[in-house]
């Protein structure tokens, strides 16, 4: 079945670049998914990309792409305290309904 | 716009007592769908929702469970004779409907802890 796969933590310094990574096994998703989560809040859509896209560039947040290795990766430049959340990566599942299939999300520490 | 918005915020029950959850999608969304996450996991796959029509249900949406959408509006997850193995958080996220699979939004989440 469908799965998606992520690092359980990330620890960097305040201004420093974060690279967060996410592999999946399903590769008819359309759109491929960050969000955000900050304790006890639902899900913030961070960014996404079109699966025919390699890069996608949003302001601090790069989004690479590697579609022959299904591998979905999120840089963060100058990483600031508030950054510090869990994200998730998410694809759509291989059913009609839109679906979202996640990872088990890869908690961000920032240290000041 | 107000975004999803989800009723109650935190629900503590007592084992075998039903609850019920509502939520109220961005105006105009089509797709409604729920989504449950424990404690350390991504959120799960529930059920879904395009206008009133219930469209897929997940194996984890077990016969105590029920969904309603009955006027292609908000929704209702109700939980009969809760264990405690249904504490978690309910995710409600809403998107609307075009030629393909729309960015979902999600609401703040209801957390369920039953005792």
């Known amino acids: 079945g469908e799965d998606v796969e992520q690092s359980l933590f990330l620890s960097v310094r305040e201004g420093d670049s974060s690279v967060i990574n996410c592999t999946y096994t399903d590769s008819s998703s359309t759109y491929l998914y960050w969000y955000k989560q900050e304790p006890g809040a639902g899900l913030q859509l961070l960014t996404y990309?079109?699966?025919?896209?390699d890069m996608k560039q949003d302001q601090r947040l790069t989004v690479l792409l590697n579609k022959k290795d299904k591998h979905l990766s999120l840089r963060i430049a100058d990483t600031q305290t508030g950054d510090s959340a869990i994200y998730f990566c998410?694809?759509?599942?291989?059913?009609?309904?839109?679906?979202?299939?996640f990872g088990q999300g890869t908690t961000l520490q920032v240290k000041p | 716009d107000t975004g999803v918005s989800q009723d109650p915020r935190h629900k503590i029950t007592k084992r075998g007592q039903n609850v019920t959850f509502r939520c109220d999608p961005i105006?105009?969304?089509?797709?409604l769908y729920w989504y449950r996450q424990t404690l350390g996991q991504g959120p799960e796959f529930l059920t879904y929702f395009q206008n009133e029509a219930q469209l897929e249900k997940s194996r984890l949406l077990s016969d105590r469970f029920s969904a309603e959408r009955p006027k292609g509006s908000f929704s209702t997850l109700e939980i009969q004779r809760t264990e405690q193995g249904d504490s978690a958080m309910y995710l409600c996220a809403s998107s609307p409907m075009s030629g393909f699979w729309e960015t979902q939004y999600f609401g703040p989440g209801t957390r369920l802890l039953v005792l």
């Open positions: 105006s105009e969304h089509n797709r």
């Open positions: 998410a694809v759509h599942g291989s059913s009609n309904t839109g679906k979202l299939i």
């Open positions: 990309i079109f699966s025919n896209m």
